[in-house]
């Protein structure tokens, strides 16, 4: 036989072996194999805090409960008969044991809860609790260490754009929470607080912060009804660690409110025909955020009236640092009214309804007045005076200009006509 025979008997002889002993492994086992694992919720706790830690079983064995080996029969089947927590000087545990817990097949899972409690002065830090489960038949017994993380840093909110001064207007405040957590949080829910200041939404929910994250809260803050005032504004959260409420540190901070509104008026120019008046100008947004849908009108009232056609004047949506011009008309019936209210109505960005009302005063410098007709309410006859006075002296000077014209040219015609004449 040659080498290269031999070669290849050596190799198929050791593939035969290496299948006859896949198929004689794939077919044997031993003693059932029990793999241990733990998982812990909340991941972290904070000092009070309750959760439980579940600690999973699982039969690694595969195949028949039964297996015969060396005309022997083996039982795969796992039998638990005791798990154990103790608990220590920082951790409680309500629940300390199962006992009789029985048999835990091929391929099966076992999970066992147990519930444990942070002592409400529990330091920070990693503590260890001893997990002991006892084996019953071929088993052996298991002892272990689990880790409990206790952390007691809160939640911290940070305020980024509420001005130390605020008018009489609606503005935005934005609040972000931020996780120092080394765990997730949830139901997170910011609330604010102002006496005398009306905030929309008047709670904002967030919902899961994850650990190291941030999330922002924003609010409108309508001050438009607040008087002059030095005041507090305050925000609060809450949230769950788990199952465990916790309230977060309140944050203030003081503002001071100054009577005086973002909406005003400027460049007003009136005039007053008889009992009525007409009056322009320009409307600005002095504040911080848009008015949409803004209308400005005169109200009505016994000795007030609205003119048409302009009553009522519709802007539409002022931006901030913007402004419109209008116009509006009111007939005044009594010598004694000071001044004429008009009304600014607008939504702000949560499309909530608010008014102002702005007094123009009537008397004062800046009033243009002008002849009344009692029958048309207008100064007609007087415009129809001033085009015709207008018109004759356009024709007056017009015919005189002609005139000398005509006699500048007449006495250019006679000098020529004697320069000809010399000349014969």
Not at 103 to 131: E, S
């Amino acid at each position: 036989m040659n080498l290269k025979n031999i070669l290849k008997t050596i190799m198929a002889a050791c593939i035969i072996l290496a299948a006859c002993s896949s198929f004689a492994l794939a077919d044997t086992q031993v003693r059932p194999t029990v793999t241990v694992s733990y998982s812990m919720e909340p991941e972290v706790l904070m000092p009070g805090d309750t959760g439980t830690i579940t600690v999973t079983m699982q039969n690694m064995a595969t195949g028949e409960i039964y297996v015969e080996e060396d005309d022997e029969t083996l039982d795969m089947n796992a039998y638990i008969a005791n798990a154990a927590i103790d608990g220590n000087d920082v951790i409680e545990i309500p629940d300390e044991s199962y006992t009789d817990i029985g048999l835990l097949g091929p391929g099966d899972t076992l999970g066992l809860t147990f519930n444990i409690k942070a002592r409400d002065d529990a330091p920070n830090g990693v503590h260890f609790l001893d997990l002991e489960i006892v084996g019953g038949s071929n088993m052996y017994d298991l002892n272990s260490r689990i880790p409990v993380k206790i952390d007691d840093r809160d939640l911290k909110l940070i305020i980024s754009d509420l001005p130390p001064t605020l008018m009489n207007e609606v503005s935005s405040v934005s609040v972000e929470v931020v996780n120092r957590r080394p765990n997730e949080v949830n139901s997170v829910i910011v609330t604010p607080e102002g006496e005398g200041m009306i905030f929309s939404p008047s709670e904002f929910f967030i919902g899961a912060i994850p650990a190291g994250n941030r999330s922002t809260a924003t609010f409108t803050l309508n001050t438009m009804n607040s008087g002059a005032q030095a005041g507090d504004v305050s925000f609060t959260v809450s949230y769950f660690n788990g199952d465990n409420f916790h309230d977060g540190k309140k944050v203030t901070r003081e503002v001071n409110i100054i009577d005086r509104h973002s909406l005003i008026f400027t460049s007003i120019e009136m005039k007053k025909s008889g009992n009525r008046y007409t009056f322009s100008g320009d409307l600005n947004n002095f504040g911080t955020t848009d008015a949409k849908n803004v209308i400005i009108s005169i109200p009505e009232s016994e000795y007030i009236v609205p003119v048409q056609p302009y009553a009522r004047y519709f802007i539409g949506t002022l931006e901030a640092d913007d402004f419109s011009s209008f116009e509006l008309s009111a007939q005044v019936l009594s010598g004694d009214v000071p001044g004429i209210p008009v009304l600014i109505e607008f939504r702000d960005q949560n499309n909530a309804y608010i008014s102002v009302e702005e007094n123009i005063d009537i008397e004062g410098p800046g009033l243009l007045s002008a002849s009344y007709d009692e029958e048309s309410g207008s100064p007609v006859a007087l415009w129809a005076v001033a085009g015709i006075f207008a018109i004759a002296v356009v024709a007056a000077i017009g015919y005189s200009w002609k005139k000398r014209r005509d006699e500048e040219k007449a006495v250019q015609e006679e000098e020529e006509e004697d320069i000809e004449f010399s000349e014969e």
